[in-house]
């Protein structure tokens, strides 16, 4: 009997009352968990917001298949309560050797690279993020701020943390320009189509 598969969801919105209270965040985790439940995994949850345990952390991320990250972009960044999540979960998976061993590299094999000594192989991560900028200003280099970048390159800092571990980056899911001229109803409803797309379940 094969074993049923499971994915990690982390909400990291951080709540600024009366101007950001994470209802839109809340609402793509909720389309990720339902969409999963329908596909018969089992879920594991964190919100980052409410505390947690950093060992009981690096098991979840052992366990899981699958982790995705539900984030707002918050000052180019995710909320910094998530570069603590990552400093406390990766430096415990870390210590215990049970995220990597090294960092790939040997002294008696020069051929073998930095962000090579993972032990995650196999398990997939992807960025769900809710953003203020739009659609428009990645990907094309007339544009000031992001100078022809795309997504993938804005979140390199934070997949990097994955790739480094042997975990497989799969393509982000965004909801731009949440303020102004955006389209969030048609972006709730698009998010498993995405989802069904890059893990084929």
Known sequence: MNQQKKVLLINTHLSYPNWSEGTLNASFHQIAKTYFEENNYEILETKVEDGYDADEEVEKHLQADIIILQTPVNWFSAPWIYKKYIDDVFNSGGRSQKFLADDGRTREDPSRQYGTGGNLQGKKFMISATWNAPAAAFDNPNQI??????????????????????????????????????????DLENYPVHLEQIFNI
């Open 145 to 186: 701020l992001f100078q022809g970048r795309s997504t993938a390159d804005f979140f390199i800092h934070i997949t990097s943390n994955y790739r480094f571990c042997g975990v497989e980056i799969l393509p982000d899911y965004n909801c731009f320009d949440i303020y102004k001229d955006g389209d969030i109803a048609k």
